[in-house]
């Protein structure tokens, strides 16, 4: 089933592309938990590339060590947005993974600091997940010491207001069988149709944890969207990775 953001996406592209012509187009990458940058070669999942878009003159990897602290991880964002996004600058950001809660929590925190268009997150943790939960295990399984700080208790903290984030987040989910997630254990752990690390409701942004199905099933934060189509598509977390990018090439999900 196709959604109507499917015409929405490509117009602020236009419109934005016939407005700066003369300025820079700036695509960023945000990777996921574990990584410190988009073409780190030692996160895990498909492996990521930059977007070959006619529209985009400059592509930035943002480092964001997502190895240890959030906090760290948002600041990391921050002064990537700070260098790249600011002045005429308009800035897409491309985010996988907790790396949708990394982005969005900056720009709840932020607000309109920057010239940002919007954003576009695959497989995201803006609502945590519940393999968190697990503490040491996590840790083991996420490889990193962040992996027990990003569940939906922190990521849905009062502190955390995800209703103030100031651009579109247009989101994207998967639903296929994890069988890296110990051979697809971690899916009894995690509630509703998920695709192995996250829940749907985390990464269709809604604003309640619950076993959900899919990305057109319940209330999300302000300016968050489901991206396409409400089923997603049928990959597990780590094959989702570069699907926004696919998105926007092929002009649909």
Known sequence: MMTRLTILLGAVVVL?????????????????????????GSSKGSTPRNANLSWINQH????????????????????TL???????????????????AVTT???????????????????GNQGGSELANLGWMSELF??????DEVSPSV???PGFNHNAVPVSVYNV?????C??????????????????????????????????????????????????RCEGVGEDHFKVKTQHVQCLENGGC
């Open 155 to 157: 990521h849905r903290r």
């Open 142 to 147: 996420g490889g990193c010491d962040l992996a």
């Open 105 to 123: 929590e900056a720009l709840s925190v932020y607000g309109n600091r920057w010239k940002i268009a919007w954003v576009f997150t695959t497989a």
């Open 179 to 228: 069988w890296g997630c110990g051979a697809g254990a971690t899916h009894a752990l995690l509630p509703g149709n998920d695709d192995g690390v996250v829940a749907p409701h985390s990464t269709w942004s809604y604003t309640s944890t619950g076993g959900y199905d899919h990305g057109c099933q319940s209330t999300q934060w302000s300016n968050h969207l489901t991206a396409y």
């Open 60 to 79: 930035v990897d943002a480092w964001v060590d997502q190895r240890s602290d959030q906090a760290a991880a948002v600041n990391d964002l921050k002064n």
């Open 173 to 177: 989910g998967g639903d296929g069988w």
């Open 16 to 40: 934005l592309g016939v407005a700066g012509e003369a300025s820079a187009q700036t695509m960023v990458y945000v990777n996921g938990l574990g990584s410190t940058h988009w073409l780190d």
């Open 82 to 100: 700070d260098q790249h996004c600011m002045g005429t600058n308009w800035c897409y950001l491309m985010a996988y993974s907790n790396g949708g």
